[in-house]
């Protein structure tokens, strides 16, 4: 429990609003330990300019000098002028002075108090609920569900309240409200969303916890699993090879992959195992629990299986199949597994954090996922649909392996470790959000080229569209390898648009006609199809805005 001693505050009562704007400033008795942070909220630069002066007057009036030392060394940030007597922080302008963001931090100049400025007189640049956090020597955009922040010792828990934290430009205001709404009303428990637009990073949010007990905060590099949205990476890494003519879309699978050529499918192109048009989501024969791990084990069984329905006549989900499908193409091209020419020629050279086969090393800042609720009834069920028939497509596609069937399999070592190119990426929304961004922009950022600009028409080129023969009760539309928009279910307004969801809800795509790469990502699974009205809102809110 927190101890009332712990929390200290200056509230400032603005107006008519009837608002309490409070501010932490470690006047808590000096045999306390030091506070953990510092936060100021505000919701405009009047009731910024107002609470300075409660600072002011309380610096004014304190007696102790190590008591006045921590306040020193906790706000020398706020302004040079601490020292000031509170007429002479009113008249300062730089309280209305803008900050500059680099990265993740605001630049802080020492002679000119907060950062480096342009006037800025109607509101700050993170206005209405958001504000800055001083920690560790940085600042940093803060958004609480409360307008009371609460700060205490590191000795107590912290009460339960929602931190969202990162960085917008003025003009997304509306994603911001939007995220924190995910929050208030959709059941978020942990999220980001970041927003590249011509390679500018618009938007960068993340809030929330990464467990129940809402213990351990959601941060800046939180990675999390993101299901079916890593079928956007692996198929990038494909298009990367046929940009670069190292494989052709064309050409029968069997020329790269000559076991393949097994019951029937010789003549099967690489085309087809894109665009879920293979007739291969499933393995029929039952396989034992661990072949999910065993990539040769896979790919072996799906050289040996015979389309389930005739290749290219119609297209239905290759929901865990299209992994080892496409990403043994990928081997047998590049020599390379899938995971390692990920991190390679995709991930790393464009700094994104985001991987397909996690090392170990991350998986203290990795979130479990949290299953969602049972669908409620008449609502669509595709697992209780599938154990209707144990032994039909639909079981096969999603319970063979019947490990599958474990719903902390997710959250295990050996499924981060493994490298499933259907389903296990782990990434941040900023890694995704770089990846799409650079596709957007004609396959370019920062100096990196993943394919030439002419090579995008294929990203968002239609192969598939129609009534899905694994999901039968969704009308699915593929280009090769990522999902595209269409009536009702749609990556904002623009036809171009290309990028793929993941179960639970996450999401990522890259519209080229704005030059828009989005991503979303979140630990709190939610039921339904076919997107989540979380990333819905968000999109919905950017494009408004846009």
């Not at 306390?32 to 009731?47: D, I, K, T």
């Not at 009113?90 to 680099?102: F, G, H, I, Q, S």
């Not at 299986?305 to 590049?334: C, D, K, N």
């Not at 192969?463 to 280009?479: C, H, I, M």
Request: hydrophobic share 40%.
């Amino acid at each position: 429990m927190m101890r009332q001693q712990d929390l200290h505050h200056v509230h400032v009562w603005i107006g008519e609003k009837f608002a309490i704007i409070a501010i932490s400033l470690l006047c808590r008795p000096l045999l306390l330990p030091p506070a953990q942070e510092s936060f100021v909220v505000v919701a405009n630069c009047r009731q910024f300019r107002t609470l300075m002066i409660e600072v002011a007057k309380h610096l004014q009036g304190r007696n102790s000098p190590a008591a006045n030392q921590a306040d020193i060394d906790a706000f020398e940030w706020l302004h040079t002028g601490y020292r000031s007597n509170a007429a002479d922080l009113l008249a300062e302008d730089a309280l209305y002075r803008k900050p500059v963001y680099n990265g993740n931090s605001v630049v802080k100049s020492k002679n000119r108090g907060i950062g480096d400025f342009e006037r800025n007189r109607s509101s700050l640049p993170f206005a209405h609920w958001n504000g800055l956090r001083h920690h560790d020597g940085r600042l940093q955009v803060v958004g609480m569900h409360s307008n009371i922040i609460e700060v205490h010792n590191g000795s107590t828990a912290m009460a339960e309240q929602l931190r969202i934290e990162g960085e917008t430009d003025k003009r997304f205001e509306s994603v911001c409200k939007a995220f924190r709404e995910n929050f208030e009303r959709r059941g978020e428990l942990g999220a980001a969303v970041c927003i590249e637009v011509d390679g500018r990073t618009v938007v960068d949010l993340w809030g929330g916890y990464t467990d129940k007990a809402k213990t351990r905060p959601w941060t800046r590099d939180t990675l999390v699993n993101v299901y079916s949205t890593t079928k956007g990476m692996t198929a990038t890494c494909a298009h990367r090879l046929i940009d670069q003519g190292k494989l052709d879309p064309d050409e029968p699978v069997s020329k790269y992959w000559p076991e393949f050529a097994q019951a029937g499918k010789k003549d099967l192109p690489v085309r087809y195992l894109l665009s879920h048009r293979a007739g291969l989501p499933a393995i029929k024969k039952l396989l034992p629990e661990d072949a999910v791990f065993d990539w040769d084990a896979m790919t072996s069984a799906l050289a040996e299986q015979e389309p389930w329905w005739e290749p290219g006549t119609m297209h239905g989900y290759h929901a865990l199949t299209f992994g080892w499908l496409v990403g043994e193409v990928i081997r047998r091209v590049s020599g390379k597994s899938l995971g390692t020419y990920f991190r390679e020629e995709i991930a790393e050279p464009l700094g994104a954090d985001c991987h397909i086969g996690l090392d170990a090393k991350h998986d203290a800042r990795t979130s479990n996922l949290h299953a969602a609720p049972p669908p409620p009834p008449g609502a669509l069920n595709m697992f209780a649909d599938a154990i209707k028939d144990p032994e039909g497509m639909l079981a096969r596609t999603f319970l063979n392996p019947p490990l599958l069937l474990n719903p902390g399999l997710v959250n295990t070592r050996r499924w981060r470790a493994a490298e499933l190119g259907a389903a296990n990426a782990h990434t941040t929304a900023r890694a995704l959000a770089r990846i799409y961004g650079a596709l957007a922009r004609g396959g370019e950022v920062d100096g990196y080229r993943i394919v030439r600009p002419e090579s995008i028409e294929k990203f968002y080129t239609e192969q598939s569209y129609g009534r899905d023969n694994v999901l039968l009760q969704l009308t699915t539309r593929f280009s090769m390898g990522f999902l595209l928009s269409r009536p009702g279910v749609s990556f904002g307004p623009n036809r171009k648009a290309f990028g793929h969801d993941g179960a639970g809800g996450s999401m990522g795509f890259a519209d080229p006609q704005a030059k828009v790469g989005f991503a979303y990502t979140m630990n709190q699974m939610v039921n339904g199809l076919p997107f989540d009205p979380r990333a819905v809102a968000l999109i919905e809110a950017f494009y408004a805005a846009a």
